[in-house]
């Protein structure tokens, strides 16, 4: 995030659409996308014949006057809910994701700060999963008992656009490098990865990668992760979601996780804070995790059980191996958020 550090402001603002007074929209209409459908300021939609107006400057949030579009702007004295709005920090954030989007799609090729931005982000998938496999706490005990032994991972909801960016060969050397030094650090031989999820490759792959002694197999899966595969293939020692939205009304993970045994390791990220809590949240009462861990439980404004804090079972932070592009949420016009960022 270089132009958070270049003004001095290292957190990244993360829900920041003034939505508070907008509730009675939001009932009404559970798909409105404020500041895209309707306006951003007062939530109203345009009249027939008449169109949104944008921001002139990052040209991403609509409004349905200039009034509104300054009251926005505005810095807010009495601000109960605290978000900025579409303040002068968080238009600059959204002009970078205009550059940024160029560069996915190849429209330019000149601004190396937005394909850095690119890499980053896709090379968080495989820094994350093995560097916080490595040093979180709680996977000490189990990549301690590995030594000598194949260590066994799944990822679930695995998709060519992000786990499974750059092809083949790509894939096959970002994971490697990734995992090498926790396969030096534990004695682990091999590493089982194991890639689940519908938007897969249709050709599943299955290949080998060795490095300095170690060995990665990486295998593709393009399925839901069933009774039926999980019968099929050898069970985890890990299981890892990358942006699962466990609470989210279209997906249902229940069913997914009762398919593991308990105590399985797990890592999950997300890609803001609220959502990192409702996860949380949700696996504690589905009796995944054995607790809150003590930073979500102090977000959410409840007590922690007494041992939370002393044992190394669970943990809940800012992930500092996730990557610096910003991305503009599709609901919340000004609302932030950067993957696998918790």
Known sequence: MDFLA?????????????????????SKDLDLRIGFSCCCTCGANPKKGQRLIDCPHCQRVSYCS???LEEDAHPQIDETEGALGHSSIICSLLKLCNDDDDAEEGLISSKTDALDRLRTELESYPATLANILREAPCYRDLLTSLSGEEMRIHV?????????????????????????????????????????????????????RNM??????????NCLYTIDLASLISKPHAVVFFNPGFTFSDYDWVKTLQLFDHGTALLCTTNTE??????????????VLPHLPPLA????????SSDCCSDNLTFFAENPYAGTRV??????????????RW
């Open 297 to 304: 439980a102090e977000i959410m404004g409840v007590e922690s």
């Open 327 to 340: 991305r503009q949420s599709i609901t919340m016009c000004n609302d932030l958020y950067v993957k696998n």
């Open 156 to 208: 679930l909801g695995a998709s060519e656009s992000s786990e499974l960016w750059g092809g083949k060969d790509g894939m096959l050397e970002g994971y490697t490098e990734a995992l090498v030094q926790l396969a030096e650090d534990f004695n682990i031989t091999t590493i089982d990865l194991h890639m689940i999820g519908p938007d897969c490759p249709d050709l599943a792959l299955d290949e080998d």
């Open 274 to 287: 609220m959502e990192g809590v409702s996860d949380c949240n949700f696996l504690f009462d589905h009796k």
């Open 212 to 221: 300095e002694g170690f060995n990665l197999r990486l295998t593709t899966h």
């Open 6 to 26: 270049s003004i001095q402001l290292y957190d990244l603002p993360e829900q920041q659409t003034r939505a508070a007074h907008l509730s009675k929209h939001l």
């Open 66 to 68: 200039n009034a509104c």
